[in-house]
């Protein structure tokens, strides 16, 4: 199996732009996570999915973040408007109901000028 | 308050020797799991180890084990004859409520360990 996928690997946008971040679970898996690392506040959960429906929302920072999970091989993360603290390196992972850890992709590096 | 808490901002070590790194943790969970991932330079969180509240053993995985003390709520990660590739940052994470579904991990600031010749 290729692991979690995640694109793109590196985004740089300019203040107010739409930016969506896309990840491709483990085939299989039914729980998917999006992660959000910082300097200042480290790794943070931002939601989490289970069988494509969100379960736990209470990390996403505001209304300008959406994600989906429109069916088990596909999520996005969404930030409309970028603002440049939204600039961090995004990490999608998934896990399977019956194992313990969670794979993590390579992330996404976010940069808003 | 801080449900993982990595004591440690950095640490060296010499290659070849042991090296452990420290994590506490606070849950009012019976039923919870902890673990280990290593990011090296390169950005990718690495699964090490894990290890379940319930388990008697200490986790090992090849040079990796666990120290887990459930008294004192620690669970420090031991790295047995360290090698240069070992340099990275190891955060420790913890899954409340196995029982109950949960499955998002809580992750602790982390610890840079730098291996010299």
């Known amino acids: 199996d290729a692991g979690v996928i995640q694109s793109p690997r590196h985004e740089v946008t300019e203040m107010g732009q739409e930016v969506t971040l896309r990840c491709k679970p483990i085939?299989?898996?039914?729980?998917l996570f999006w992660y959000r690392q910082t300097m200042m506040r480290g790794l943070e959960l931002l939601i989490y999915f289970n069988n494509n429906v969100p379960i736990d929302d209470s990390g996403m920072p505001e209304d300008r973040f959406s994600a989906k999970m429109p069916n088990a091989s596909f999520s996005t993360l969404k930030i409309q408007p970028s603002e440049p603290r939204d600039s961090a390196v995004y990490f999608c992972?998934?896990?399977?109901?019956?194992?313990?850890?969670?794979?993590f992709g390579q992330g996404t590096r976010l940069t808003v000028v | 308050a801080q449900k993982i808490t990595q004591t440690q901002p950095g640490m060296f070590v010499q290659e070849k020797e042991a090296v452990t790194l420290d994590c506490t943790y606070d849950?009012?969970?019976?039923?919870?799991?902890l673990f280990w991932y290593k990011q090296p330079s390169s950005g990718e969180m690495i699964f090490l180890i894990y290890?379940?509240?319930?388990?008697?053993q200490n986790a090992t995985e090849g040079r990796y084990s666990l120290n887990f003390q459930k008294a004192r709520k620690s669970a420090n990660l031991v790295i047995s004859a360290s090698q240069l590739g070992d340099s990275a940052m190891y955060f420790c994470?913890?899954?409340?409520?196995?029982?109950?579904?949960?499955?998002?991990?809580?992750f602790g600031s982390g610890t840079r360990l730098q291996v010299q010749p």
């Open positions: 992972a998934s896990s399977l109901l019956r194992t313990t850890e969670a794979f």
């Open positions: 849950t009012s969970d019976q039923s919870y799991g």
């Open positions: 994470a913890m899954r409340e409520s196995l029982q109950g579904g949960r499955r998002a991990l809580t």
């Open positions: 085939s299989g898996h039914d729980y």
């Open positions: 290890q379940g509240s319930y388990d008697e």
